[in-house]
C-alpha cells in the first residue's frame, strides 16, 4: 500500500542531537590554530544530519522495510543469483581476527587469514580446473578486466601486438564490451543462431589474426549450454586466440563439467552468486580470476605462496600486469565464499547445480503454455521467456515486471539479453522449494490472464507499493542527485 | 547426506521431473558433451556441520594478530577507526544486505533513499556538486577518475600526472588502468613529504588531462591544493584530488579549492578493516561532468501522484546500455559498506565528525611532540592529519618485531616504498589510542632504537 515518504535524514536533523560517544583518551587539550594553518582549517562545517540513536534506529528500520531481498522473498533475477546468503557467513566474516586484521600486518601475524585465501585459491581452482587464482579482482566486471588484461600481456610478450580484438556474442552482458573497450581492446559482435547458441559460421568469418580473444559464458545468458564449446574453443585458439570465461552463470556447472576442461584459459567468478556472498544491495562482490599455466607469470600481484606450511605474498613478478586493487581483494566477501564451500563439500556443490537445474526447467515447463517460449530445449540454471504474446494485447514486460510487484515478488531480469523480444530471464536457484516455484508460476499465469482479460490494470500496476511508477524521465531530464533546503520543501506538500 | 540450504525431497525431484518430462535430472544435462563431463568428485575439503564449521573458521581466526588484542599504529589507507554500535546493527537488517541493485525501484525506495543520502553527505565532505554511489575502493575510484578526466575534451589528452605522494598501491592501479587506453602516467616527485610543485607546474603541459594529487597525502602531511589548482589551470587541465574523509571533517574541503573530481575510500567511516577489503570507493565531482560520471547515480523523482521518490538514473553512462561506448565497465559497487558509511555519518553527525577529525589531529600531533622529545626524529616538519614520517636509523621490521612482543603492531615500513625511505616507518594515531598507549610506544621506541640490533 502506498505510504507517506520517508522523511530524509537530514529533514529531521535538530542542532544539539548526537548519536556517538567517542573514546576517553586523555589527550592533553592543544588548539587547533596551533598545529594547522588557517587556510586547511575549513570553515564551513558539511551538513551532516543530527539525530539520537534511536532517531537513527528507526530511519534506517523504515527504509529497510521499504526495501525487498531474498529474506523477504523469492528473487528470481536472471544473471544474478539471488540465492539464500546464510547467516553462517555473517558470523565468520565477523570473527575479530579476520574483520580487525590490518592489510599491512607482517605476514607472520596473519597466517590464519592466508592460510584461508590459500585454500580458497585452490578450492576456485578446482572447481573451475584452472591451474592459478587470484582472489584480488573486486567484482565480475573487475575480472572480465582483469582477465583481458592478461591475455594481452600474454599476446604482447609474444610478439602479436596485432591482436586489438575481443570477439563478444549478441547475448552477453553490457560489461563484456565495456570491459573489453577499457582493457584497449576493440569489440566484434558474434550473432546467436536459431538453437540460441553461438552461431558457428559466423564465429569462423569474425575469427582471425586480429583475435585476442573470444568472451563467452557457458551456460549463455539465454541458459542455454553452448554443446559446440569444444569446437567453438578450437576454432579460436587455432587463431591464436584465447578463450575467457565469464563466470556469472557458474552455478549451472559445478562437479558437472569445468571451463578448464571445456578450453576457456581465463575464467572470473562471481562470490557474491554462486558462493553466497550476499549481493548488499549492490555490493560489495568478488571477483577471483583463474587462469591456465602460461598466463601466471602475468598475474596481479602479490600473489600468494605456501612453503614450508608457511604463507606468504611473492612481490617479486616481473611480467605481472601489476595491482588493479589494493590490498588483496574483497577479502571479507572471501570468507564468506570459503564459509559457504566449507559448509557444502564437493557433493553439495554438485548437488547445488544439479538442483538449480532441475528448479529451472520445472519452472520453464510450468509458464512454457502461458509465455512464448523463444528456446525449446532444456535450459540450464535459468531461461528467457518473452512477452511478445501479452505485448499483442498492449501489456509489455516492464507491465508485467511490475504486476509481479503486487503479487509480492521481485520480478525476472527484464530486457535482457537484449537479443530477444520483450525478455524476461528467470533464475530460480537451487534454494527455492517448489511450493515457492508453484505459487510464483501461479502468480505468472494469472498475471497472463489478467492481461487478456483487464490489460489497463496490469499496465497501471504496482498497485500495491509504497510509491506507484517512478518517473525516471523527469529524474535523467532534471537530475536531483544530493538533498537541498528545496528538495525538502517540495516533499513537505 | 542432507544440506540445510537445498529443500528438494525425493518426492519434489519426481514429480518436477514428470512435468519436464524427462526420467532424471542427468538427461538436463545431455547437452554436455561426455568428453567435457567431470569424472568422479572434486576434490574440495570435507563438508563440515554448522558447529564444526564454527570451530574451524575460529582457529583460522585466531591464527591472526588482531587490533582488538593488539595496540595498532599502522594506517597507510587503512584506519582503525571508532565504529558506532548502530552501524553492524543497521547492515544486518537482511532486507538490505540480501537484496541486490534496485533495479525494481517500487520495492527499493528503501536502499535508494540510503544511497541518496549517502551521495549528499559525500557532496557535503568533499565540498563538490554530486557524488556516485560508490565505487570498489579509494584506489580504483582514483583510476577511473583518470579515466574519465582522460575521456573529456573528446579524448585527445593522454597523459596524467601523479604525485609521487600519493599511496603507493593506488599508483600501481592507476598504472595497470592506465595501460588499457594506452594513457601516459606521469610523476611528480616527493620533497620534504609534499608534491614537489615546481615540479609540478613543469610537468603539467597541454596534454595533460588531469593532475592527481592527495589529500592529506600518505605521508600524512597536507598538500597546498590552492598551488595545484593553479598549475593545473596553466593547462586547463582537471584537479582530481584523492581525500580521506574522515580529514574532511576538519580540513578544508578539495572543492573549496576547486578540484574537479574528489575520489576516496570511505573506510575510515564505520567500515571495518577486514585485511584490507571490502571497502567503500566515493566519487564527486561538479555537475559539469555529471554525464560522464562512472557507476550509479541515484536521483530523486516523482511517482504518477507527485510523491517523492528514488530511481537509478542517467543509466546511459552505463555499461549496459552504452556496451565499449562507455567510460567505464563498473557494474556491481559497494552499496553495503556504502551504507555503513552513511550510519556512520549519521551516528557522528556534524559535531562528531569534527570532533574525531579533531581528536586525530591533536593525538597525532601529541605524539609526534613526545617523540621528538625522546630523540626520536620526526622527518618532515609539515602539518599532520592522523599520520606521520619517523626515521628509526634501524630496520623496520626488526623494530615492529621487538613491538610485537610488547602487543605493539608498528607503523608501515616505508622502506617497502623505496629504497631511500629505509629505516622510516610511518606512524598512525586514531582517537582511539589513549595518552597511555602513546607513552608507551613512546617509552618503547625510545629503547629500541638505541640498542644495537
Same mark, same amino acid.
Given at each position: 500500500?502506498?505510504?507517506?515518504?520517508?522523511?530524509?535524514?537530514?529533514?529531521?536533523?535538530? &542542532?544539539?542531537?548526537?548519536?556517538?560517544? =567517542?573514546?576517553?583518551?586523555?589527550?592533553?587539550?592543544?588548539?587547533?590554530?596551533?598545529?594547522?594553518?588557517?587556510?586547511?582549517?575549513?570553515?564551513?562545517?558539511?551538513?551532516?544530519?543530527?539525530?539520537?540513536?534511536?532517531?537513527?534506529?528507526?530511519?534506517?528500520?523504515?527504509?529497510?522495510?521499504?526495501?525487498?531481498?531474498?529474506?523477504?522473498?523469492?528473487?528470481?533475477?536472471?544473471?544474478?543469483?539471488?540465492?539464500?546468503?546464510?547467516?553462517?557467513?555473517?558470523?565468520?566474516?565477523?570473527?575479530?581476527?579476520?574483520?580487525?586484521?590490518?592489510?599491512?600486518?607482517?605476514?607472520?601475524?596473519?597466517?590464519?587469514?592466508?592460510?584461508?585465501?590459500?585454500?580458497?585459491?585452490?578450492?576456485?581452482?578446482?572447481?573451475?580446473?584452472?591451474?592459478?587464482?587470484?582472489?584480488?579482482?573486486? /567484482?565480475?566486471?573487475?575480472?572480465? $578486466?582483469?582477465?583481458?588484461?592478461?591475455?594481452?600481456?600474454?599476446?604482447?610478450?609474444?610478439?602479436?601486438?596485432?591482436?586489438?580484438?575481443?570477439?563478444?556474442?549478441?547475448?552477453?552482458?553490457?560489461?563484456?564490451?565495456?570491459?573489453?573497450?577499457?582493457?584497449?581492446?576493440?569489440?566484434?559482435?558474434?550473432?546467436?543462431?536459431?538453437?540460441?547458441?553461438?552461431?558457428?559460421?559466423?564465429?569462423?568469418?569474425?575469427?582471425?589474426?586480429?583475435?585476442?580473444?573470444?568472451?563467452?559464458?557457458?551456460?549463455?545468458? =539465454?541458459?542455454?549450454?553452448?554443446?559446440?564449446?569444444?569446437?567453438?574453443?578450437?576454432?579460436?585458439?587455432?587463431?591464436?586466440?584465447?578463450?575467457?570465461?565469464?563466470?556469472?552463470?557458474? !552455478?549451472?556447472?559445478?562437479?558437472?563439467?569445468?571451463?578448464?576442461?571445456?578450453?576457456?584459459?581465463?575464467?572470473?567468478?562471481?562470490?557474491?552468486?554462486?558462493?553466497?556472498?550476499?549481493?548488499?544491495?549492490?555490493?560489495?562482490?568478488?571477483?577471483?580470476?583463474?587462469?591456465?599455466?602460461?598466463?601466471?607469470?602475468?598475474?596481479?600481484?602479490?600473489?600468494?605462496?605456501?612453503? !614450508?606450511?608457511?604463507?606468504? $605474498?611473492?612481490?617479486?613478478?616481473?611480467?605481472?600486469?601489476?595491482?588493479?586493487?589494493?590490498?588483496?581483494?574483497?577479502?571479507?566477501?572471501?570468507?564468506?565464499?570459503?564459509?559457504?564451500?566449507?559448509?557444502?563439500?564437493?557433493?553439495?556443490?554438485?548437488?547445488?547445480?544439479?538442483?538449480?537445474?532441475?528448479?529451472?526447467?520445472?519452472?520453464?515447463?510450468?509458464?512454457?503454455?502461458?509465455?512464448?517460449?523463444?528456446?525449446?530445449?532444456?535450459?540450464?540454471?535459468?531461461?528467457?521467456?518473452?512477452?511478445?504474446?501479452?505485448?499483442?494485447?498492449?501489456?509489455? @514486460?516492464?507491465?508485467?515486471?511490475?504486476?509481479?510487484?503486487?503479487?509480492?515478488?521481485?520480478?525476472?531480469?527484464?530486457?535482457?539479453?537484449?537479443?530477444?523480444?520483450?525478455?524476461?530471464?528467470?533464475?530460480?536457484?537451487?534454494?527455492?522449494?517448489?511450493?515457492?516455484?508453484?505459487?510464483?508460476?501461479?502468480?505468472?499465469?494469472?498475471?497472463?490472464?489478467?492481461?487478456?482479460?483487464?490489460?489497463?490494470?496490469?499496465?497501471?500496476?504496482?498497485?500495491?507499493?509504497?510509491?506507484?511508477?517512478?518517473?525516471?524521465?523527469?529524474?535523467?531530464?532534471?537530475?536531483?542527485?544530493?538533498? !537541498?533546503?528545496?528538495?525538502?520543501?517540495?516533499?513537505?506538500? | 547426506?542432507?544440506?540445510?540450504?537445498?529443500?528438494?525431497?525425493?518426492?519434489?525431484?519426481?514429480?518436477?521431473?514428470? @512435468?519436464?518430462?524427462?526420467? /532424471?535430472?542427468?538427461?538436463?544435462?545431455?547437452?554436455?558433451?561426455?568428453?567435457?563431463?567431470?569424472?568422479?568428485?572434486?576434490?574440495?575439503?570435507?563438508?563440515?556441520?554448522?558447529?564444526?564449521?564454527?570451530?574451524?573458521?575460529?582457529?583460522?581466526?585466531?591464527?591472526?594478530?588482531?587490533?582488538?588484542?593488539?595496540?595498532?599504529?599502522?594506517?597507510?589507507?587503512?584506519?582503525?577507526?571508532?565504529?558506532?554500535?548502530?552501524?553492524?546493527?543497521?547492515?544486518?537488517?537482511?532486507?538490505?544486505?540480501?537484496?541486490?541493485?534496485?533495479?525494481?525501484?517500487?520495492?527499493?525506495?528503501?536502499?535508494?533513499?540510503?544511497?541518496?543520502?549517502?551521495?549528499?553527505?559525500?557532496?557535503?565532505?568533499?565540498?563538490?556538486?554530486?557524488?556516485?554511489? &560508490?565505487?570498489?575502493?579509494?584506489?580504483?575510484?582514483?583510476?577511473?577518475?583518470?579515466?574519465?578526466?582522460?575521456?573529456?575534451?573528446?579524448?585527445?589528452?593522454?597523459?596524467?600526472?601523479?604525485?609521487?605522494?600519493?599511496?603507493?598501491?593506488?599508483?600501481?592501479?592507476?598504472?595497470?588502468?592506465?595501460?588499457?587506453?594506452?594513457?601516459?602516467?606521469?610523476?611528480?616527485?616527493?620533497?620534504?613529504?609534499?608534491?614537489?610543485?615546481?615540479?609540478?607546474?613543469?610537468?603539467?603541459? /597541454?596534454?595533460?588531462?588531469?593532475?592527481?594529487?592527495?589529500?592529506?597525502?600518505?605521508?600524512?602531511?597536507?598538500?597546498?591544493?590552492?598551488?595545484?589548482?593553479?598549475?593545473?589551470?596553466?593547462?586547463?587541465?582537471?584537479?582530481?584530488?584523492?581525500?580521506?574523509?574522515?580529514?574532511?571533517?576538519?580540513?578544508?574541503?578539495?572543492?573549496?579549492?576547486?578540484?574537479?573530481?574528489?575520489?576516496?575510500?570511505?573506510?575510515?567511516?564505520?567500515?571495518?578493516?577486514?585485511?584490507?577489503?571490502?571497502?567503500?570507493?566515493?566519487?564527486?565531482?561538479?555537475?559539469?561532468?555529471?554525464?560522464?560520471?562512472?557507476?550509479?547515480?541515484?536521483?530523486?523523482?516523482?511517482?504518477?501522484?507527485?510523491?517523492?521518490?528514488?530511481?537509478?538514473?542517467?543509466?546511459?553512462?552505463?555499461?549496459?546500455?552504452?556496451?565499449?561506448?562507455?567510460?567505464?565497465?563498473?557494474?556491481?559497487?559497494?552499496?553495503?559498506?556504502?551504507?555503513?558509511?552513511?550510519?556512520?555519518?549519521?551516528?557522528?553527525?556534524?559535531?562528531?565528525?569534527?570532533?574525531?577529525?579533531?581528536?586525530?589531529?591533536?593525538?597525532?600531533?601529541?605524539?609526534?611532540?613526545?617523540?621528538?622529545?625522546?630523540?626520536?626524529?620526526?622527518?618532515?616538519?609539515?602539518?599532520?592529519?592522523?599520520?606521520?614520517?619517523?626515521?628509526?636509523?634501524?630496520?623496520?621490521?626488526?623494530?615492529?618485531?621487538?613491538?610485537?612482543?610488547?602487543?605493539?603492531?608498528?607503523?608501515?615500513? =616505508?622502506?617497502?616504498?623505496?629504497?631511500?625511505?629505509?629505516?622510516?616507518?610511518?606512524?598512525?594515531?586514531?582517537?582511539?589510542?589513549?595518552?597511555?598507549?602513546?607513552?608507551?610506544?613512546?617509552?618503547?621506541?625510545?629503547?629500541?632504537?638505541?640498542?644495537?640490533?
Amino acid at each position: 500500500m502506498k505510504q507517506p515518504n520517508q522523511p530524509l535524514i537530514f529533514e529531521q536533523s535538530k &542542532s544539539g542531537r548526537v548519536a556517538y560517544s =567517542l573514546p576517553e583518551t586523555n589527550i592533553p587539550e592543544q588548539s587547533l590554530s596551533d598545529i594547522l594553518p588557517e587556510a586547511s582549517i575549513r570553515n564551513e562545517e558539511p551538513a551532516l544530519p543530527e539525530v539520537s540513536e534511536l532517531q537513527l534506529v528507526r530511519h534506517y528500520t523504515a527504509l529497510s522495510n521499504r526495501n525487498y531481498g531474498v529474506d523477504s522473498g523469492f528473487y528470481p533475477l536472471g544473471s544474478c543469483t539471488m540465492k539464500y546468503n546464510p547467516k553462517i557467513n555473517e558470523e565468520t566474516a565477523r570473527m575479530a581476527g579476520f574483520a580487525a586484521t590490518h592489510p599491512y600486518q607482517p605476514e607472520t601475524q596473519v597466517q590464519g587469514n592466508l592460510e584461508m585465501m590459500h585454500d580458497l585459491q585452490q578450492a576456485l581452482a578446482e572447481i573451475t580446473g584452472m591451474d592459478e587464482v587470484t582472489l584480488q579482482p573486486a /567484482a565480475g566486471a573487475q575480472g572480465e $578486466w582483469t582477465g583481458l588484461m592478461l591475455i594481452r600481456a600474454l599476446h604482447e610478450a609474444n610478439g602479436e601486438t596485432e591482436r586489438t580484438e575481443v570477439i563478444v556474442p549478441d547475448s552477453a552482458h553490457g560489461t563484456n564490451p565495456a570491459s573489453a573497450t577499457v582493457a584497449g581492446f576493440d569489440h566484434v559482435t558474434v550473432r546467436t543462431d536459431a538453437r540460441g547458441l553461438v552461431d558457428l559460421e559466423h564465429l569462423k568469418e569474425v575469427t582471425g589474426e586480429r583475435t585476442a580473444a573470444l568472451m563467452l559464458t557457458n551456460p549463455n545468458t =539465454l541458459g542455454l549450454f553452448e554443446e559446440d564449446i569444444m569446437e567453438i574453443a578450437d576454432t579460436i585458439h587455432r587463431a591464436g586466440g584465447r578463450l575467457y570465461y565469464d563466470g556469472a552463470n557458474s !552455478n549451472a556447472i559445478m562437479g558437472i563439467t569445468r571451463p578448464g576442461d571445456m578450453g576457456f584459459d581465463v575464467v572470473h567468478l562471481n562470490l557474491h552468486k554462486t558462493f553466497t556472498g550476499p549481493h548488499g544491495g549492490g555490493g560489495p562482490g568478488s571477483g577471483p580470476v583463474g587462469v591456465k599455466k602460461e598466463l601466471i607469470p602475468y598475474l596481479p600481484g602479490p600473489v600468494l605462496t605456501k612453503e !614450508n606450511d608457511k604463507y606468504y $605474498w611473492d612481490k617479486d613478478r616481473p611480467h605481472s600486469i601489476g595491482r588493479v586493487k589494493p590490498y588483496y581483494g574483497n577479502f571479507g566477501i572471501n570468507v564468506r565464499a570459503y564459509t559457504y564451500i566449507r559448509t557444502m563439500g564437493a557433493e553439495g556443490l554438485k548437488k547445488v547445480s544439479e538442483y538449480a537445474v532441475l528448479n529451472a526447467n520445472y519452472l520453464m515447463r510450468r509458464l512454457e503454455p502461458y509465455f512464448d517460449l523463444p528456446y525449446g530445449r532444456h535450459c540450464k540454471h535459468e531461461f528467457v521467456i518473452s512477452g511478445r504474446r501479452q505485448k499483442q494485447l498492449g501489456v509489455r @514486460t516492464l507491465d508485467i515486471a511490475k504486476r509481479l510487484l503486487d503479487y509480492g515478488y521481485h520480478p525476472p531480469t527484464i530486457y535482457f539479453p537484449i537479443n530477444v523480444e520483450e525478455c524476461m530471464m528467470v533464475e530460480p536457484t537451487e534454494t527455492e522449494a517448489k511450493e515457492t516455484l508453484d505459487a510464483f508460476a501461479d502468480a505468472m499465469i494469472e498475471i497472463a490472464r489478467e492481461a487478456e482479460e483487464s490489460s489497463e490494470m496490469v499496465q497501471e500496476a504496482p498497485h500495491t507499493t509504497v510509491v506507484g511508477r517512478l518517473d525516471e524521465t523527469l529524474a535523467a531530464r532534471k537530475p536531483v542527485l544530493t538533498y !537541498n533546503t528545496e528538495t525538502s520543501l517540495k516533499s513537505m506538500k | 547426506m542432507d544440506y540445510r540450504y537445498l529443500p528438494v525431497t525425493g518426492e519434489d525431484k519426481e514429480e518436477m521431473l514428470k @512435468t519436464i518430462g524427462v526420467d /532424471a535430472i542427468d538427461e538436463l544435462f545431455e547437452d554436455v558433451p561426455e568428453n567435457i563431463r567431470f569424472a568422479g568428485e572434486m576434490d574440495l575439503p570435507k563438508a563440515l556441520g554448522e558447529t564444526d564449521l564454527l570451530k574451524e573458521m575460529k582457529r583460522l581466526s585466531d591464527r591472526n594478530a588482531n587490533v582488538q588484542d593488539c595496540v595498532s599504529y599502522l594506517g597507510a589507507g587503512v584506519y582503525e577507526h571508532y565504529i558506532p554500535t548502530v552501524v553492524d546493527h543497521v547492515l544486518r537488517r537482511s532486507e538490505f544486505y540480501t537484496a541486490y541493485t534496485p533495479y525494481q525501484p517500487e520495492i527499493s525506495q528503501g536502499e535508494l533513499q540510503a544511497i541518496f543520502e549517502f551521495q549528499t553527505m559525500i557532496s557535503e565532505l568533499t565540498g563538490m556538486d554530486i557524488a556516485n554511489s &560508490s565505487m570498489y575502493d579509494g584506489p580504483t575510484a582514483l583510476a577511473e577518475a583518470a579515466l574519465m578526466a582522460a575521456s573529456e575534451n573528446r579524448g585527445k589528452r593522454r597523459t596524467i600526472v601523479v604525485s609521487e605522494t600519493i599511496h603507493p598501491e593506488a599508483l600501481d592501479v592507476l598504472k595497470t588502468y592506465a595501460a588499457g587506453p594506452g594513457l601516459t602516467v606521469k610523476i611528480v616527485p616527493e620533497k620534504d613529504g609534499r608534491t614537489d610543485l615546481d615540479k609540478l607546474e613543469k610537468t603539467i603541459d /597541454a596534454d595533460t588531462a588531469g593532475v592527481i594529487v592527495q589529500y592529506p597525502n600518505f605521508y600524512g602531511t597536507i598538500e597546498d591544493l590552492a598551488a595545484v589548482r593553479q598549475a593545473a589551470d596553466k593547462e586547463n587541465s582537471l584537479m582530481i584530488v584523492s581525500a580521506n574523509p574522515l580529514s574532511l571533517g576538519i580540513l578544508t574541503p578539495p572543492g573549496h579549492f576547486g578540484a574537479d573530481i574528489v575520489a576516496g575510500d570511505a573506510q575510515p567511516l564505520g567500515i571495518p578493516m577486514q585485511f584490507g577489503g571490502p571497502h567503500c570507493g566515493f566519487f564527486a565531482t561538479t555537475k559539469k561532468h555529471i554525464r560522464k560520471v562512472p557507476g550509479r547515480l541515484v536521483g530523486q523523482t516523482e511517482d504518477e501522484d507527485g510523491s517523492r521518490g528514488y530511481v537509478l538514473t542517467l543509466q546511459a553512462r552505463e555499461q549496459h546500455i552504452r556496451r565499449d561506448k562507455a567510460t567505464s565497465n563498473i557494474c556491481s559497487n559497494q552499496a553495503l559498506n556504502a551504507l555503513a558509511a552513511s550510519v556512520a555519518m549519521t551516528a557522528l553527525g556534524k559535531k562528531g565528525l569534527r570532533e574525531t577529525a579533531e581528536r586525530n589531529i591533536k593525538g597525532t600531533h601529541f605524539l609526534k611532540q613526545l617523540l621528538k622529545q625522546k630523540g626520536i626524529q620526526v622527518v618532515h616538519e609539515s602539518p599532520s592529519f592522523n599520520e606521520f614520517v619517523i626515521n628509526l636509523s634501524r630496520p623496520v621490521s626488526e623494530v615492529n618485531e621487538q613491538l610485537f612482543q610488547h602487543g605493539i603492531i608498528g607503523g608501515y615500513d =616505508l622502506g617497502k616504498v623505496s629504497a631511500d625511505k629505509k629505516g622510516q616507518m610511518l606512524v598512525c594515531v586514531t582517537e582511539l589510542r589513549t595518552r597511555e598507549q602513546l607513552e608507551t610506544f613512546a617509552d618503547q621506541l625510545e629503547v629500541l632504537i638505541h640498542e644495537t640490533a
